[in-house]
Each structure stands twice: as C-alpha cells, then as structure tokens.
C-alpha cells in the first residue's frame, strides 16, 4: 500500500512522522487528505464530511492497510481552531479499513460545527501516536 502510493499518486499526498504534531490543511471540499508515515512506512487517511448549514463538518483520520499486515495499534489526537477557540478530538485508536468509506463516520470522529467554520479550508494540527504493544 505504502509503495502504491508513493509511486502512483505522487504529489497527493503528505508525509509525516508518528508522535509528532503536524498541520493539517484540507480543503473541505475534496474530502480526503493521504498521509504516509514514512519510518513505519504506513497509509492514513483523514477524512471530512460536510454535512447540511446547521450541522458542520465531520473529520475522522483511519489506516489503509491490508488485513493481514500487522501493522500495530495507533491513536490520534486532532484539533482544530479559529477565532481563539480550540475544539480537541483524542481517539484511543485509529480505525483499519482495507478502502476508505464516504459515508459519515459513526465513532472516532471531531465535529466542527458550522458556526467554526470560515471558509472551505480546515486548518488542524494532527498527531498520530503509535501505541506501546501489550
């Protein structure tokens, strides 16, 4: 997966480091940002839905990986802020799906409301952490 998308879709996508925060802008609009963790050499996925005016925008982050790949568990926090107010999202782990979903999330996901957003793009800092294994 990881060779798929370094070779085959260069230019979209972003890599990034586990355990470290990094900026996350997405137009809303294109509903998928790729990002690639270049030291374990894994596929994440960060998603967003909008959803009718008086709703807002749904964000939810997955990893694309085959499912016989052991790929470890990871967590993810996610915030996002505007006009001096922070929303935060901790998820205690990071879905594995063989293929991202459009459909709305039903867990693991942050909700900006519409009355935070300005604008089409989403500016939030990610960091995706890789969990100690049992």
């Not at 355990?19 to 996925?45: C, G, H, P, T, W």
């Not at 939810?60 to 999202?89: N, R, W």
């Amino acid at each position: 997966m990881y060779r798929h998308f370094i070779s085959d879709h260069q230019n979209k996508y972003m890599l990034f480091c586990c355990n470290i925060f990094a900026n996350v802008l997405m137009n809303i609009s294109d509903k998928i940002l790729i990002r690639v963790e270049y030291e374990v050499s894994l596929v994440f996925a960060v998603q967003c839905f909008k959803e009718p005016w008086w709703c807002g925008v749904y964000v939810t982050v997955s990893c694309i990986a085959p499912s016989f790949q052991e790929v470890g568990k990871f967590s993810y926090h996610l915030s996002y802020t505007v006009d001096g107010h922070t929303m935060t999202y901790e998820s205690p782990k990071v879905k594995k799906v063989l293929k991202v979903s459009y459909q709305i999330p039903e867990e693991s996901f942050m909700l900006i409301p519409h009355s935070l957003l300005r604008g089409e793009i989403l500016d939030m800092k990610l960091c995706i952490k890789k969990l100690k294994q049992e």
